[in-house]
């Protein structure tokens, strides 16, 4: 998990949003197999709002808030 929070990352400051949609996708994968339903609900937000084309920073504040709820795996 915590390779997928880097991979995003620099996504997001290499400006390949296509990819961290593929990469959040995943993410949210991950986080069903773990049982943790809220937190795969709040990254298919991100996936969702990363292919409408929302703003990078909006997406960054999401990413941060996401890995706070995650803390004790990333």
Known sequence: LRENFEKLERCLLE??????????????????????EEEAAFSKEIE??????????????MVKTLKRYLAEFV
């Open 15 to 36: 400006d390949r949003i296509e990819e961290f949609a593929r990469v959040i996708h995943t993410i949210k994968g991950v986080l069903l197999n773990l049982g943790l």
């Open 48 to 61: 969702l709002k990363a292919r409408a084309g929302e703003a990078k920073e909006m997406l960054t504040e």
